[in-house]
T-cell receptor
Framework: KAGVTQTPRYLIKTRGQQVTLSCSPI?????VSWYQQTPGQGLQFLFE???????NKGNFPGRFSGRQFSNSRSEMNVSTLELGDSALYLC?????????????FGDGTRLSIL | EDQVTQSPEALRLQEGESSSLNCSYT??????LFWYRQDPGKGPEFLFT???AGEEKEKERLKATLTKKESFLHITAPKPEDSATYLC???????????FGTGTRLQVTL
């Protein structure tokens, strides 16, 4: 069974640009969550989608947005990039939104801002 | 707000030297405590879910236990391939987001 697929794996952008990251969940999984991982802050929750609806949002500025499509694939967008946005962006999927459902992660997109 | 604290930050063991990693948590209504393993350049790999105090789960050389305030990941007779960062995370209330600790970097040497 294929795991969570994230594209691209690596991305280099400059300040002020915008970027779109893509995530394909495990087949049959309907919930997709996004996290930002940095050496200083660790893994921080960005947002979660289920059935094309955003259910939860973390403490990030409005420059960070996302969406989910009817096939459960998800994208996140970051506009007006800042140097501090350099991070590993991880997508995780789970069967549903129940508390005991484990989330399974992709290998992330490494975003570097110059 | 949920809080997760992991200790130690880093641990170096010799092959075969057993030890434990600690995860202390403060949540309102624990729905699940999760252990992950993360290798460099990879995403976290799911290991265990624990739901209630007293629960234990095992997988090869790893055993996870849960109390009302903390969880332990016991590593028995570790091998070099067990070297990784081990992450602990919690879900609470009705939210399905994971709150992570900062992890324990484990290095197992020959």
């Amino acid at each position: 069974k294929a795991g969570v697929t994230q594209t691209p794996r690596y991305l280099i952008k400059t300040r002020g640009q915008q970027v779109t990251l893509s995530c394909s969940p495990i087949s049959g999984h309907r919930s997709v969550s996004w996290y930002q991982q940095t050496p200083g802050q660790g893994l921080q929750f960005l947002f979660e989608y289920f059935s094309e609806t955003q259910r939860n949002k973390g403490n990030f500025p409005g420059r960070f947005s996302g969406r989910q499509f009817s096939n459960s694939r998800s994208e996140m967008n970051v506009s007006t990039l800042e140097l501090g946005d350099s991070a590993l962006y991880l997508c995780a999927s789970s069967l549903g939104v129940q508390g005991n459902q484990p989330q399974h992660f992709g290998d992330g997109t490494r975003l570097s801002i110059l | 707000e949920d809080q997760v604290t992991q200790s130690p930050e880093a641990l170096r063991l010799q092959e075969g030297e057993s030890s434990s990693l600690n995860c202390s948590y403060t949540v309102s209504g624990l729905r699940g405590l999760f252990w992950y393993r993360q290798d460099p350049g990879k995403g976290p790999e799911f290991l265990f879910t624990l739901y209630s105090a007293g629960e234990e789960k095992e997988k090869e050389r790893l055993k996870a236990t849960l109390t009302k305030k903390e969880s332990f990941l016991h590593i028995t007779a570790p091998k070099p391939e067990d070297s990784a960062t081990y992450l602990c995370a919690v879900k609470s209330g009705t939210a399905s987001k994971l709150t992570f600790g900062t992890g324990t970097r484990l290095q197992v040497t020959l």
